[in-house]
C-alpha cells in the first residue's frame, strides 16, 4: 500500500507541474497574439524567431519532465536560428518543429488539467484502497488511476513532442556529415603526426646511421680500432631507430591490442603510465571481443585521458572502467585531480571526440574546477 501511495504522491506531483506549466501557457497567449500582430505590421516581425525560441525552451522543459516520468529521452531536433532577421524569419517559418511546437502547446492548454481529475481520486483512493488493502489483502484500485492519468498525460506528450522520422533523417545525415569532416580532419592530422615522427625520428637515426656505417668502412683498413667503435655506435642507432619505428607502429596501431585485446593493453598501458590505476574490465575479458576499431578507439581514449591525467591532474590515481552494454561498448575514465580540463589548449580531447564521432560514438566530458575530472565514451558496436 505505501509504494502504491508513493507512485500515486510521484503521480500527482508530475501532474502539478504539467498543470503549472498549462497555466503559464495560457498566459504565454499574450505574447503569442503580440507576435501574430508585430508580424502582420511586419513593423515587429524581428519577434517572430524571438518568440519561436521561447516556445522552444518550453518545449524543451517539457521534454526534461516527461522524461523524469518515463525515463526515456524524447530527441529535440531543431534547425539553428542564425543569419539575418530575413533568414532566421525564413528558418523559423519553414522549421516543421515549429509547426509541432505550436500544435503541442494548443493541445496542451487542455490535457495539461489532468490535475483536476487526479485531486478527487486521493480522499477516495486513501478510504477505499485503505480498506481494500488493509482489511482484504487486495491490490489497490483507486490510486493506480492517478499513476495511469500521469502515464496518458506523458504518452500525449511524447507523441506531440517527438520530431518526425524526416526530421530524425535529415539531422542524423547533418551529423553524419559533421563527422565524417572531423574524421578527415582528424585522420589527415595523424597523418602528418606519423610523417613528423617519421623524418624527425626513425629518419634521423638511419641517416645517422648511415653515416657512421659509411666512416667505420672508410676507417676498416687503417685503424681497425676506431672502425669497430664506429660500429658499436652504428648498432646502437639502429637500436634507436628500430624503437623510433616501434614508437610509429604503436601509434598507428597498438600490436598488443591484436595479441592480448583490449583489456590486456589497458593493463599494460596502465603499468606503464606512471600512474596507480585502478582498471575494471567489466568482464570484457571473456567472451566475445570488440570489433578492432571498437577496440583501438577504446585503447586511444584511454592513454590519451591517462596521459592527461599525468601531465596536469596533480595527481597519482586514475580509475578505468569498461562496460559491456547491449549495443556498444562504454568506456569511462576518472580521476580525482585539479580539473578544469577544455577542449582547448593541447589537452587530446578534441582529437578523442573526433575519433569516437568518427565511429558514431558520444563522448561526455565532465571537468568542473577543483575536479573531479570523468570521461565517459559510448562506441556503437555489436558483439
Not at 239 to 255: D, F, T, Y
Request: charged share 20%; with cysteine.
Amino acid at each position: 500500500m505505501w509504494k502504491t501511495v508513493q507512485r500515486a504522491g510521484r503521480a500527482t506531483a508530475h501532474l502539478f507541474l504539467t498543470a503549472l506549466m498549462a497555466f503559464g501557457m495560457w498566459i504565454f497567449i499574450t505574447v503569442l497574439l503580440i507576435t501574430a500582430v508585430g508580424t502582420l505590421a511586419l513593423a515587429g516581425i524581428w519577434l517572430l524567431p524571438e518568440t519561436v525560441l521561447v516556445v522552444r525552451r518550453i518545449a524543451g522543459a517539457k521534454r526534461d519532465l516527461t522524461a523524469a516520468w518515463t525515463g526515456v529521452k524524447i530527441p529535440e531536433v531543431y534547425p539553428p536560428l542564425t543569419g539575418t532577421v530575413r533568414e532566421r524569419v525564413v528558418t523559423a517559418v519553414r522549421d516543421p518543429g515549429t509547426r509541432r511546437d505550436l500544435r503541442w502547446m494548443v493541445a496542451h492548454w487542455f490535457y495539461g488539467a489532468l490535475l483536476a481529475l487526479a485531486l478527487p481520486l486521493w480522499p477516495v483512493g486513501l478510504l477505499v484502497d485503505g480498506a481494500w488493502c488493509g482489511l482484504l489483502r487486495r491490490e489497490a484500485v483507486v490510486l493506480p488511476l492517478i499513476v495511469r492519468l500521469a502515464d496518458l498525460e506523458a504518452d500525449w506528450s511524447t507523441a506531440l513532442l517527438k520530431p518526425s522520422p524526416q526530421a530524425l533523417l535529415t539531422a542524423q545525415v547533418e551529423r553524419l556529415a559533421r563527422t565524417r569532416a572531423d574524421a578527415i580532419a582528424a585522420h589527415g592530422a595523424e597523418l602528418r603526426r606519423i610523417e613528423r615522427d617519421l623524418h624527425d625520428g626513425a629518419q634521423a637515426q638511419l641517416v645517422a646511421l648511415s653515416m657512421r656505417i659509411g666512416l667505420a668502412k672508410r676507417a676498416y683498413g687503417p685503424d681497425p680500432e676506431a672502425a669497430l667503435t664506429l660500429l658499436d655506435e652504428a648498432q646502437d642507432q639502429a637500436e634507436k631507430a628500430l624503437a623510433e619505428l616501434r614508437n610509429v607502429v604503436r601509434g598507428i596501431h597498438p600490436p598488443i591490442l591484436t595479441d592480448r585485446g583490449l583489456v590486456g593493453a589497458l593493463r599494460a598501458l596502465a603499468a606503464t603510465s606512471g600512474l596507480e590505476v585502478a582498471l575494471d574490465d567489466g568482464g570484457l575479458e571473456r567472451g566475445v571481443r570488440a570489433p578492432a576499431a571498437v577496440e583501438a578507439a577504446a585503447y586511444f581514449v584511454a592513454a590519451e585521458a591517462l596521459t592527461n591525467v599525468a601531465k596536469y591532474s596533480g595527481v597519482s590515481w586514475a580509475e578505468v572502467r569498461l562496460v559491456r552494454e547491449r549495443r556498444g561498448l562504454r568506456v569511462r575514465v576518472r580521476d580525482e585531480g585539479r580539473g578544469g580540463a577544455v577542449e582547448t589548449g593541447g589537452s587530446g580531447l578534441l582529437g578523442m571526440r573526433r575519433r569516437v564521432a568518427a565511429l558514431d560514438g558520444t563522448m561526455e566530458v565532465s571537468s568542473p574546477v577543483g575536479g573531479p575530472t570523468v570521461i565517459e565514451v559510448e562506441l556503437p558496436c555489436v558483439w
